[in-house]
């Protein structure tokens, strides 16, 4: 399933190198998955903060190019499939040289794409953080009602366009996943987004959206959450009693107490969590979450952090941390029962790293860690590193394989990917010692740990 622009490219090269008889064995409908999987992801990188990369939808409109020149043969496949073409959007995270001209081939490219995603499900994607012409909502509005029907998803980021985005809420009844993001804070008052009309909503993002009393109801089938502390999360987390899937993102810092609430004590639904070191530990000893096995904890948003507990999740198979303390994190890594771990580090958390792998493989005396810990566990599978940095440091290099060396020893079945977002991949030695157990990878948008774990789950079933 190649998704990286490196992989595209190979599948592309292949088909060039073999447009004379061996594609044509193969059948269209496996063409038109292939050309699905290898398609870009359009997601935010933080919905929260920062818009979708230009590049990305740059890369999706170079990329449905690219195979619908190949042969003539794959480009009638390619226009054929509908659900190539059902990701439909714009966005505008700066000021375009010629205004009127790009909001026109924004109608031009969306009227194609719709027209070619035929009866699919389709997914919106409205990012929009200036000033339109005056008449171009107007049109957007008559180019995708007759559609609205279809619509799946639905992604708003605005900031002056808020209002005319959020009337598409009132006709999009069917849709699953809706985000909304306002960027702009001064907004805030000048428009409810109408979720009361909505029927089969599952996945709600929210960012400086203020809660509505007619939203309670709706609010009681969402099944993931999104959202950024505020004094109205117990509201929406009060009503959500469905809820599987919760992040929360950041916290208001001039909310004061919401820390010391119970807003996660009812939520026994939960499978996946995602919330900040401190947040976490600060309700821990209050948690019950009998069938929590996704957690994710995000940098604290400040240097205080409760004594760390141990918590017991019994259930509990991954955990995707972002490295900043790390001796608050041993309770929770050397879990017996963990199967993946993916640590993010930067940096300026190169020591801290070292000293979390110092700490796991030979704990302090007093550590509060879990009866009879060690690491790695019994049942550790899979170990992610992922380093954001844009440097390489090959003596720092040489440290941190030292330390992975004796992990991968101690557990012989371990694997262990290495992920350089920016710099070189390096650990060739490491790969060298244990080249089954290793890999190593840059700029890759890695599946996420825990739809990894229940890929492999579903497999070994």
Sequence with gaps: MPRTRRQQQRLIDIWNQNTSQPIYRLGPELISEIFLHARPVLATRDAARSPIYETTWVELVRYLACITSITGHLRRIALNYGELWSVVGFHVTRPPTDVNNHYKRVLIVMEVFLERARRCNIHFYFHDLYFAPSWFY??????????????????????????????????????????????????????????????????????????????????????????????????????????????????????????????????ESLTHLSVSLRLYYSIAPRLSLP??????????WDSYIDEPQDCRHSLLRTLRICLDQHDYLLPIVMKPQLEYLEIDWYSSHRSQLLMLLSELLNPSLGSILPNRATFPGPSLKYLRLIYSGLTHDAQYEASLSNHLGSILTKAPRLKLDVVAQHAPPGFEELMKRFPSQVQRYQRFHSVPLDELYERSRKDNE
């Design 138 to 267: 107007p049109r957007l509005h008559a180019l995708i009602m007759p559609h609205i029907g279809q619509a799946r998803t639905i992604q708003i980021r605005a900031g002056s366009s808020w209002k005319q985005l959020c009337v598409i809420l009132n006709n999009a009844v069917n849709i699953n996943n809706l985000s909304l993001i306002m960027s702009k804070p001064s907004l805030q008052n000048l428009l409810t987004p109408p979720l009361n009309v909505l029927r089969n909503l599952k996945e709600l993002t929210l960012y400086r959206i203020v809660y509505h009393e007619s939203s309670h109801e709706i609010m009681k089938q969402v099944e993931k959450l999104d959202c950024v502390v505020t004094t109205d999360l117990w509201k929406w987390l009060g009503s959500s009693v469905q809820l599987k899937r919760l992040r929360i993102r950041d916290i208001d810092r001039t909310e004061l107490g919401l820390t010391d609430s119970n807003f996660l004590v009812p939520l």
């Design 291 to 300: 069938h929590l096995r996704h957690l994710s904890l995000q940098a604290p």
